[in-house]
Structure formats: C-alpha cells, structure tokens
C-alpha cells in the first residue's frame, strides 16, 4: 500500500498571500496524483488530477506540480473560500486508492 | 447536472447491518465506475470500495474486506453498499464517488462526491 504523506498538518496564511502544501509518496506514483478541498460539512471536491491538471471550473490560482513521489499545491492568493482542508490522493497503484491525512489552511 | 445522493444511513448496534444507496442523476451512469469513500469523524478520507462500470469488477480496501459488499443496478441508476457485521470503527460519513474514467476506464480519481451519509454505530 502506497502511503501518502503531506505536510504541514496546519497552514496559517493571510488572505491574499501565497499557499504551498506538500504531498509525499512512499514509492512512485508517477503523476497520478489529484488534490481535493474540503470546507466543514461538504464533501470533498476534485481541484487537480493528473498531478498539475486543474479540474472543470477550478480558478487558475490553484496549481498543481511534481512527479514520482514529491507534489505541490500552490495557491497563488488566498481568498477567503479556501480556508479548508487539502487532501492528496494517489491513483497510480490499486487497490487501495490512498489518501494523505489533509492538511488544514487556517486564517493567519 | 451532476448529482449523487447517498442514503439509508442512520445508528446501528456493532454486529449488525446495513443498506447504503447512492442515487445518480446527470450523466450515463452505466458508463462510469463508482466508488464508496467514508470518513470518520473529524479524520481523513479513506477509500472503501469500487464497482466498475458494468459490475465487472470490485475492490475492497482491507478493513472492510469479508464484511462489506459494494453493488449497482445500472437500471435504477443507484450503487448500494451493504454493510455486515459492523464495527464501532465502521463509524463515519460515506460518500459515493464518480471515478474519472469512462466506460473500460476506471483512473481512480473522483471528479463528483454525493453530499455524505452518516453511518453510526453505537451500542
């Protein structure tokens, strides 16, 4: 099983200021990588996949980067809609499909 | 538009079962392979279990091996996953999820999550 690990656990931004949250393989996942945002009582919501590919309807300040085992996601400015929680998630080998353990982007 | 709503959740004793269903509206959902995701109060995600597009196939992930069953009826439209024997830990909201790809396809990443169904059980 591929274990995902993503760092920091928690993230304190000022709106307007540049995000970076990391996400970390155990083994090569090659690009087969997405990221989701999940806001307190809604479900997940798909922002990357395929490592740097933003979903239908993601703004562009959202961006994905790396391969093998070391990803990024970038939020160029921080509004006030993305204060949430980040999750990676790996699809390159199933089962299991794996998932980090988030990482929370709080109000500085 | 897309749509997945879950349902038959509710509080349930450890050793006993229950009936999830997954609603799909919006796309050909005979067309997509569908997954099951829970997550436990106030933890992560974790991937549960997948049917693909026309029942060829299913996954489980280990902790719900032997005990959960995932299905679909690609004429209702509707994925079930029926639960046995469950577990104090079995505890969490459960979504169902479109993967990706299409028709043979299935990539594992979830473009449309339904809006959850909590699954508690307690004595």
């Known amino acids: 099983e591929i274990v995902m690990t993503q760092s920091p656990a928690t993230l304190s931004v000022s709106p307007g200021e540049r995000a970076t949250l990391s996400c970390r393989a155990s083994q090569t996942v090659n690009s087969n990588l997405a990221w989701y945002q999940q806001k307190p009582g809604q479900a997940p919501r798909l922002l990357i996949y395929g490592a740097s590919t933003r979903a239908t309807g993601i703004p562009a300040r959202f961006s994905g980067s790396g391969s093998g085992t070391d990803f990024t996601l970038t939020i160029s400015s921080l509004q006030s809609e993305d204060f949430a929680v980040y999750y990676c998630q790996q699809y390159n080998n199933w089962p299991p499909w794996t998932f980090g353990q988030g990482t929370k982007v709080e109000i500085k | 538009q897309v749509q997945l709503v879950e349902s038959g959740g509710g509080v349930v004793q450890p050793g006993r079962s229950l009936r999830l269903s997954c609603a799909a509206s919006?796309?050909?959902?005979?067309?997509?392979?569908m997954h099951w995701v829970r997550q436990a109060p106030g933890k992560g995600l974790e991937w549960v279990a997948v049917?693909?597009?026309?029942?060829?196939?299913?996954y489980y992930a280990d902790s719900v091996k032997g005990r959960f069953t995932i299905s679909r009826d690609n004429s209702k439209n509707t994925l079930y996953l029926q639960m046995e024997s469950l577990r104090v830990e079995d505890t969490a909201v459960y979504y169902c999820a479109r993967d990706q790809g299409q028709i043979m396809v299935v990539v594992g990443s979830f473009d449309y999550w339904g809006q959850g169904i909590l699954v508690t059980v307690s004595s």
């Open positions: 919006g796309f050909t959902f005979s067309s997509y392979g």
């Open positions: 049917m693909w597009y026309d029942g060829g196939n299913r």
